[in-house]
Structures are given as C-alpha cells and as structure tokens.
C-alpha cells in the first residue's frame, strides 16, 4: 500500500496533533506494519500497553486516545459518532505511510468499523479489521440505552452488565474522574446509527467472549456481511474483558492472521502472560 497523498489526508491541517490523538506505544520506526486499536467504553492507552512487547517489531503499535482521559483528562469528551470519526480519520491519516490493519473492542469495534469505512472513501484500505466485544452494526442493541441514568443507575446498569473494570468501580476516585467519559463514550454508542453502504474490501475476525452477555455468537458472524473478503470468528473463555484475561491467546491469534498474509517479515514473539 502506498502512503496517503495530501489531497487525501489533508497533511498541514491536523497533521501536528495525530501523535495526541493516536500516540505511539514504542516506537518501532522500521516497522512494516501499524496495527492501530481502540479501545472499549472509558479505555485509553493503558488498556493496551502490555501489547507491543509481546508483539514483533515489524508491527508498530497505536492507540486512538480520546478526549477526557490520560494527558487529555481536561478536554471534553466527545459525544458525537460523526464527529469523532471525521475527528479522527483526519488526525489518522498523516501516520499511514505503510500497511495498517485496525483492532477495536466494544465502542471500539464500532469506531475502528467507521473509521474504516471513512478511509475506503479516500482509498486507503485496511490489511485487517478485527472487531471485539461487539455484535455487527447493522444489527439492533437488543438492551436499552443507560447513558442518561442518573450516576447511582448508572453504575449499577455498569456492574450488571460488567461494563467496566472491577478496580475501577471499587475506587471511588477513580470514578469521579471516569463515570463522566464513561456515559459520554455509552451516549455514543447507544446514539449511534448505522448507515447501510457496500462492505470493506479486506478480511474482517471478530472475537467475542463465551461468557460476555453482550454478545452472541450469531452476533459476531454477522460481521460477514460487511466485508467482500474472508472472514473468521473466534470465541475466547471469558466475560467482555477476555481482552485482558486471555490476552495471549487473542494477540497469538492477531499476529498469526497479520503473518499469513506476509505482511510482517520478522517471527513473531512469544506472547507475554
């Protein structure tokens, strides 16, 4: 894949905040490939920073960070899909100067998704989307939308639905400071509506948790849909965090997919526990 034009990406425009919205963990700038992941409801950065040691250096990893959280912890969070993408497709653009594939878990399936969809429209194709935690887009949310209960309902809906981190809720300052991003990143979601259009032109695996009760199997393989090219299905032991509970073998199984496409020329390491 050749890198991005200017009239494509708008270089000059957003290009000196890309590395704000989408920092790198360790650099790798030989790398042959940009795996860029986004996270679920409430993450940022730190929700992938074991990643890149267990990963090979031809793959450099970025993570989209958001306002409201880590070094953005004072910006407002955004509440609106349209916006967000827009945002984010143009700070992106300028960091594709070589294959990329995108890797998103629950808001960030849907995210990596649209993102995906924007870059299509200006010739950019991912090698490889991998959707996690999140039944297709075309499909309806069978729960209702929580993102306007009041913080005690709130956080209650939050623990049913084991929606965020167990410290985090066992933390009353941590709360204070993710509840507000936390609704802002569900107000997305549960706002968002999907617009129909012709599927992707790459491979798309979507995982799911075998115990996660916002997903379904048959949730998941409606993803197939949305691409014109192969597509698997991988379901892990665990709840809607299996991310980070079977992390070795959802990153073995990442970089294995990555690899049989001959995109990457160095072996991959031996995942970290």
């Given at each position: 894949?050749?890198?991005?034009?200017?009239?494509?990406?708008?270089?000059?425009?957003?290009?000196?905040?890309?590395?704000?919205?989408?920092?790198?963990?360790?650099?790798?700038?030989?790398?042959?490939?940009?795996?860029?992941?986004?996270?679920?409801?409430?993450?940022?950065?730190?929700v992938?920073?074991?990643?890149?040691?267990?990963?090979?250096?031809?793959?450099?990893?970025?993570?989209?960070q958001?306002?409201?959280?880590?070094?953005?912890?004072?910006?407002?969070?955004?509440?609106?899909?349209?916006?967000?993408?827009?945002?984010?497709?143009?700070?992106?653009?300028?960091?594709?100067d070589?294959?990329?594939?995108?890797?998103?878990?629950?808001?960030?399936?849907?995210?990596?998704?649209?993102?995906?969809?924007?870059?299509?429209?200006?010739?950019?194709?991912?090698?490889?989307?991998?959707?996690?935690?999140?039944?297709?887009?075309?499909?309806?949310?069978?729960?209702?939308?929580?993102?306007?209960?009041?913080?005690?309902?709130?956080?209650?809906?939050?623990?049913?639905?084991?929606?965020m981190?167990?410290?985090?809720?066992?933390?009353?300052?941590?709360?204070?400071?993710?509840?507000?991003?936390?609704?802002?990143?569900?107000?997305?979601?549960?706002?968002?509506?999907?617009?129909?259009?012709?599927?992707?032109?790459?491979?798309?695996?979507?995982?799911?948790?075998?115990?996660?009760?916002?997903?379904?199997?048959?949730?998941?393989?409606?993803?197939?849909?949305?691409?014109?090219?192969?597509?698997?299905?991988?379901?892990?032991?665990?709840?809607?965090?299996f991310?980070?509970?079977?992390?070795?073998?959802?990153?073995?199984?990442?970089?294995?997919?990555?690899l049989?496409?001959?995109?990457?020329?160095?072996?991959?390491?031996k995942?970290?526990?």
């Open positions: 894949m050749q890198g991005p034009n200017n009239h494509q990406c708008g270089f000059g425009r957003i290009a000196s905040s890309s590395s704000l919205w989408f920092p790198v963990l360790k650099p790798h700038p030989n790398s042959s490939l940009l795996l860029i992941c986004f996270p679920y409801a409430g993450g940022g950065t730190a992938f920073r074991a990643w890149p040691d267990a990963l090979t250096e031809a793959i450099e990893l970025r993570v989209a958001l306002p409201g959280r880590g070094p953005r912890l004072r910006e407002q969070p955004i509440v609106h899909m349209g916006t967000l993408i827009e945002t984010l497709v143009e700070a992106l653009c300028p960091l594709l070589r294959p990329f594939a995108f890797f998103g878990h629950s808001l960030g399936a849907i995210v990596a998704f649209e993102v995906a969809g924007r870059l299509r429209d200006r010739g950019l194709v991912p090698v490889h989307l991998f959707v996690s935690g999140n039944i297709a887009p075309q499909l309806s949310d069978p729960a209702l939308p929580i993102h306007g209960l009041p913080d005690d309902a709130f956080l209650q809906e939050l623990e049913e639905l084991n929606g981190p167990q410290a985090v809720l066992d933390s009353k300052e941590l709360l204070e400071i993710l509840l507000p991003v936390v609704r802002a990143d569900f107000t997305l979601l549960e706002n968002y509506a999907y617009d129909s259009r012709p599927p992707l032109h790459c491979p798309i695996t979507a995982f799911g948790g075998l115990e996660d009760p916002r997903t379904t199997k048959s949730g998941l393989e409606s993803w197939r849909t949305q691409t014109t090219e192969s597509f698997d299905v991988l379901m892990l032991e665990g709840d809607h965090f991310l980070d509970t079977k992390r070795p073998l959802l990153m073995d199984a990442i970089a294995r997919r990555l049989r496409k001959k995109t990457l020329c160095l072996p991959v390491r995942v970290l526990h």
